[in-house]
């Protein structure tokens, strides 16, 4: 039986924190009406401690969500889970956030700290957030380059403490799947009370693997993913929201699912592109302007006879219309007749290789040819005829 995995979006939090992406209050409220129709579990709202402007915002959409989880971000630090509690006190479902770096990098270089040291600190903060809330997510920074044992450890801990959810980060986007795969199977192997909390997957994109070692956590006993709409986030970007969610829906093999609305995913996309001032890149994946065109004239007459020769997912299964047939130089015959018999014209009553021929003409002039071009194409035989 499939097992269902939680979407934990963190477009308002980890998203915004990209240079230029800051959004105001009605903004927020816009994405996070949006992410809840959409059907994330959970909504990270914000930092409170961070800004009077944050704590306002996560106390806002406190009061505005009323079926998702709203996540306040904290350190293991008292007045950051009190800001973090204080600012959740509306919230249907609360949830504090809260954690410490795992890998040695941190816990020397930025905590000059023990690991026996960072293990108490984990304990004490994970059961003061638990006095304000049930539900309590431990991360356990930096775990993508942690030490498997001490890891387990950690996570031991926290959970006996009290923490529902463990966030197993990889947060420089260092890890190969097979090596983040291999990791949280490591916990679900050695820590004996695992089973007490749910592991999350946080993946950052530095080489491009973010979705992919998300997947490989799914597979391997992970049931919460964190992302974010377009992959928006520090650096190179969080985990894709609608990469996951779509490679989960078409593999079955991995025995899982979301309560993702998918038909939502494209229109979400354009919305959180237009409120954040940052474009969508042209060949992303399932959201991009090119992720469902064709110009190859191979491609495109493989589509127009049967989608599925070039397409594994529906367009209209992520909010976009219909697949896009771009006419270029690199178009065929198919591609032409397929346009022209779009726009009314009887095709069947002309030499396809001489409207062809003139076709390419205008499609090394212009680059790319437009319905406009083609009705003048044809006005223009017309009139020959005539004459």
């Not at 992919?212 to 964190?226: F, K």
């Not at 003139?358 to 223009?380: P, T």
Request: hydrophobic residues 40%; contains cysteine; glycine residues 6%.
């Amino acid at each position: 039986m499939a097992e269902k995995v939680q979407i934990f979006d963190t477009t308002l939090r980890d998203g915004e924190q990209v240079p230029g992406c800051k959004l105001n209050l009605p903004e927020k409220l816009d994405i996070a009406r949006a992410l809840e129709e959409l059907g994330v579990d959970v909504i990270e709202a914000g930092f409170p401690i961070s800004s009077p402007g944050d704590f306002e915002s996560v106390t806002q959409i406190s009061k505005l969500i009323k079926n998702a989880t709203v996540c306040a971000l904290s350190r293991s630090v008292q007045k950051d889970i009190d800001a973090a509690a204080g600012a959740l006190k509306y919230a249907k479902r609360p949830r504090i956030h809260t954690g410490i770096g795992a890998s040695d990098f941190h816990i020397i270089h930025k905590f000059n700290s023990t690991r026996d040291e960072i293990v108490e600190r984990a304990i004490w903060a994970t059961k003061h957030a638990k006095k304000y809330v049930e539900d309590v997510e431990f991360f356990c920074e930096d775990a993508g380059r942690s030490d498997p044992e001490f890891l387990a450890r950690l996570v031991e801990a926290v959970i006996k403490a009290g923490a529902t959810v463990v966030n197993i980060p990889d947060t420089t986007g260092y890890c190969l799947p097979e090596q983040y795969g291999r990791l949280i199977k490591h916990l679900v192997d050695n820590v004996p009370n695992i089973h007490k909390a749910t592991i999350s997957a946080h993946c950052h994109n530095d080489l491009g693997l973010a979705t992919a070692n998300s997947i490989s956590a799914v597979a391997n006993g992970a049931r919460q993913i964190e992302c974010t709409i377009n992959g928006i986030g520090e650096r190179a970007g969080n985990t894709s929201l609608e990469e996951v969610v779509m490679v989960m829906r078409q593999h079955k093999e991995l025995g899982v699912y979301t309560d993702i609305q998918t038909q939502q995913l494209y229109p979400l996309s354009r919305l959180v592109s237009e409120k954040m001032r940052m474009i969508v890149q042209p060949n992303k994946a399932i959201v991009g302007s090119n992720a469902f065109a064709h110009s190859s004239g191979i491609h495109q007459d493989g589509v127009i006879k049967c989608r599925e020769n070039y397409e594994i997912i529906n367009p209209a299964d992520v909010g976009v219309s219909e697949s896009s047939i771009v006419l270029t130089a690199r178009s065929g015959r198919a591609a032409l007749r397929y346009r022209l018999q779009m726009l009314g014209y009887p095709v069947e009553k002309f030499d396809l290789n001489h409207l062809y021929e003139q076709f390419i003409e205008i499609a090394d002039r212009e680059k790319e040819v437009q319905n406009a071009h083609l009705q003048q194409m044809m006005s223009d035989l017309a009139l020959s005829a005539v004459a």
